[in-house]
C-alpha cells in the first residue's frame, strides 16, 4: 500500500525557532492534510492542501503541496511552547480505490524549550 | 466543523473480554471511519463505517475481531472482541463529509491486562 515517509522523527528547538517538516511518498496523493495531536487527545486538522504547487497559511503555520504531487511541506514560524505536540501528515492517494481513506505519516515529535 | 464524542474516554480490560466504543456526531456526516494507534505510534485504519450497510475493513482487519455498527449518520460502534494485551491501544473514531479532509473524535485509551 501507499506509505508516507514524514522527517524528521523527532525535533528539539528553542523557543522562537522555526521549524520545518516535510512528508514524502513514492505515489501521487491528489490531497495534503497536516494534523497536531496534543497528548491525550485526537488529531486536529491543521491545515488541508488541495492543488499541486499550493502553499497555504494558518497563523504561524504555512504548509505547501509539492509540484510532483508526491512531498508536502509544513513549516512553523516563531515556536513558542504550545506548539509541542506531534504533527502528522496525511495523504488522499490519487486514483485510490477506498474514496475518503487517509495514509498518514510516522509522524514528528516537536520539543519547544522556553 | 463537526463536534465528536467518544465513550468511554479510556478503559482496561481484562484478556478475552470485549469492548464496544461509541462514537457521537452532532450532525449527519457522510464519512465515519475508525482508527488504531498503537503507544507511540501513527494512525492506522481498521475500517470505513458505511450506513446501513458492512464495513470494509482494511487488510489485516477483520470484522470478527472488531465488529462495526453503524445505524444512522450521526452514530457508530467498534467492538474489540476478544482482546489481548496487544490490542491495548488508543482507538479514534472520525469523520468526513464531501472532501477528504477528516476530524477526529478525542480517542479511547484502552489497556488490556
Known amino acids: 500500500g501507499q506509505q508516507l515517509n514524514q522527517s524528521p522523527q523527532s525535533m528539539f528547538i528553542q523557543e522562537g525557532e522555526d521549524v520545518s517538516m516535510n512528508c514524502t511518498s513514492s505515489?501521487?496523493?491528489?490531497?495534503w492534510l497536516w494534523y497536531k495531536q496534543d497528548p491525550g487527545e485526537g488529531p486536529v486538522l491543521l491545515i488541508a492542501?488541495?492543488?499541486?504547487?499550493e502553499l497555504t497559511s494558518n497563523g504561524r503555520l504555512t504548509a505547501q503541496f509539492g509540484i510532483t504531487r508526491k512531498d508536502s511541506f509544513l513549516n512553523i514560524s516563531a515556536s513558542i511552547p504550545s506548539d509541542v505536540g506531534i504533527y502528522f501528515c496525511?495523504?488522499?492517494?490519487?486514483?485510490?480505490?477506498?474514496?475518503?481513506?487517509?495514509?498518514f505519516g510516522q509522524g514528528t515529535i516537536l520539543t519547544v524549550h522556553p | 466543523s463537526a463536534v465528536i464524542s467518544q465513550k468511554p474516554s479510556r478503559d482496561i480490560c481484562q484478556r478475552g473480554t470485549s469492548l464496544t466504543i461509541q462514537c457521537q456526531v452532532d450532525?449527519?456526516?457522510?464519512?465515519m471511519f475508525w482508527y488504531r494507534q498503537q503507544p507511540g505510534q501513527s494512525l492506522t485504519l481498521i475500517a470505513t463505517?458505511?450506513?446501513?450497510?458492512?464495513?470494509?475493513?482494511e487488510s489485516g482487519f477483520v470484522i470478527d475481531k472488531f465488529p462495526i455498527s453503524r445505524p444512522n449518520l450521526t452514530f457508530s460502534t467498534l467492538t474489540v472482541s476478544n482482546m489481548s494485551p496487544e490490542d491495548s491501544s488508543i482507538y479514534l473514531c472520525?469523520?468526513?463529509?464531501?472532501?477528504?479532509?477528516?476530524?477526529f473524535g478525542p480517542g479511547t485509551r484502552l489497556t488490556v491486562t
Open positions: 450532525s449527519q456526516v457522510t464519512m
Open positions: 463505517a458505511n450506513q446501513g450497510s458492512e464495513a470494509t475493513y
Open positions: 496525511a495523504g488522499h492517494h490519487a486514483g485510490g480505490t477506498s474514496y475518503g481513506k487517509l495514509t
Open positions: 472520525s469523520v468526513g463529509s464531501g472532501g477528504y479532509e477528516q476530524y
Open positions: 492542501l488541495y492543488k499541486a504547487g
Open positions: 505515489s501521487i496523493f491528489n490531497t
